[in-house]
DNA sequence: TTTTATTTTGATTGATTGATCAGTTTTTAT
DNA sequence: ATAAAAACTGATCAATCAATCAAAATAAAA
């Protein structure tokens, strides 16, 4: 029965990762501290040193959990369309729904990216291979498939999936105490505008 | 002689900003400490303390320092311009140039506006009129303005001005140890992707 | 049941932080 | 020249932090 063995570790851990990412939203990176994710988890700290090996591996999982949860959702949405002119929209639909409704998400995993560095000080989001880069080759992908099976036309599929990550990211600037018609509305025309740039 | 009594104490505190800036980037803002600072700057962590009245003091007066530098850079090459196309080109081309020759500037730029906090405990990058803003606001008027005068045709000037930029922003996640080729690369190719946005 | 392994607590530790302040030097004004 | 104001130093303080650890509680295995 090893899977029973560690039930009880794997849920305390999603339980203190969950706390960290209310404590990182509501204060931010240089106001998280253990003792407030633990009394948040209402819990100790010790505990939490018991389940990671510090503060950077408790940051660490928190960012894979929430790179994951981001990453799933939209592969899912992309998955269901059929055509690459679909897939995009999806990519782009889904990425900005998803700031639109799981805000705290993304507010922690900004907070992450933006303040953990690597062992030789390289900022998060300065790493190639960072969880979210998964996104990126998905969206370009999407690109030059696109672009293969002649839905698009000629552009730069680098330049052009940048510009569209830039769109979905600066999302989570729009207004957020409206409900999600400004979202949509974004949205809406987000899309129109990267047809005419690849159509 | 009014001037001269202040001579020194602007000369002090822009030396201080400009050891900030320089730790910003080495370390990022949660390892920037004012003992790091104020040995950067060659004096001592009181003398910050006698020209600003604390860190949060020294950061919002770094961000506005940081902040002019920038508006002054890229309102200039706009203002240059004649056309509402030519003022728009020079904006996001100017925004992409600042961003690979001042990247230092930027970077610290950035680890303040995502991590220090209003007294209500609001992050600087949720603030309505926060230093950037003033960019959004000539960005927004160049495009609504080029519209007016049918140089560009229709759309929602926000979220075109949001696209843009958000295309600036990315640039500084390009690669930066190669030479200026790839940020005008990437610059010429922003530029042709949102001219077919506009006209 | 007894033994062993896992989980949890909370007090403690050593390090670092921003801020303060008494006292010194330098500049400016009279 | 003298007084006053401004600029500056560095030691010190209280607060906060991540991490540690001995001891206790709980669960699993024998």
Same mark, same amino acid.
Do not use: C, W
């Given at each position: 029965?090893?899977?029973?063995?560690?039930?009880?570790?794997?849920?305390?851990?999603?339980?203190?990762?969950?706390?960290?990412?209310?404590?990182?939203?509501?204060?931010?990176?240089?106001?998280?501290?253990?003792?407030? !994710?633990?009394?948040?988890?209402?819990?100790?700290? =010790?505990?939490?040193?018991?389940?990671?090996?510090?503060?950077?591996?408790?940051?660490?999982?928190?960012?894979?959990?929430?790179? &994951?949860?981001?990453?799933?959702?939209?592969?899912?949405?992309?998955?269901?369309?059929?055509?690459?002119?679909?897939?995009?929209?999806?990519?782009?639909?889904?990425?900005?729904?998803?700031? =639109?409704?799981?805000? &705290?998400?993304?507010?922690?995993?900004?907070?992450?990216?933006?303040?953990?560095?690597?062992?030789?000080?390289?900022?998060?989001?300065?790493?190639?291979?960072?969880?979210?880069?998964?996104?990126?080759?998905?969206?370009?992908?999407?690109?030059?498939? =696109?672009?293969?099976?002649?839905?698009?036309?000629?552009?730069?599929?680098? /330049?052009?999936?940048?510009? !569209?990550?830039?769109?979905?990211?600066?999302?989570?600037?729009?207004?957020?105490?409206?409900?999600? /018609?400004?979202?949509?509305?974004?949205? &809406?025309?987000?899309?129109?505008?990267?047809?005419?740039?690849?159509?």
């Amino acid at each position: 029965m090893k899977n029973k063995q560690y039930l009880i570790a794997d849920a305390r851990k999603e339980q203190i990762i969950k706390a960290a990412i209310e404590v990182l939203r509501d204060y931010g990176y240089i106001n998280t501290s253990l003792s407030k !994710i633990a009394s948040k988890a209402k819990t100790s700290t =010790g505990l939490i040193s018991y389940h990671f090996s510090g503060k950077e591996d408790l940051m660490n999982n928190t960012l894979l959990y929430l790179a &994951e949860h981001e990453k799933a959702s939209i592969k899912e949405k992309v998955e269901k369309e059929q055509t690459y002119t679909g897939k995009l929209m999806a990519f782009i639909e889904e990425g900005i729904a998803y700031r =639109g409704t799981k805000r &705290e998400n993304i507010t922690a995993l900004l907070e992450i990216v933006f303040n953990v560095r690597t062992p030789n000080n390289v900022p998060y989001f300065r790493v190639e291979m960072n969880p979210e880069e998964e996104l990126n080759v998905l969206l370009e992908e999407i690109l030059i498939k =696109g672009q293969q099976s002649k839905e698009f036309n000629d552009f730069d599929s680098k /330049v052009v999936a940048m510009i !569209i990550r830039g769109a979905i990211s600066l999302s989570m600037s729009l207004p957020q105490n409206e409900n999600d /018609v400004r979202f949509e509305d974004y949205s &809406e025309k987000v899309k129109k505008n990267v047809l005419k740039m690849i159509k």
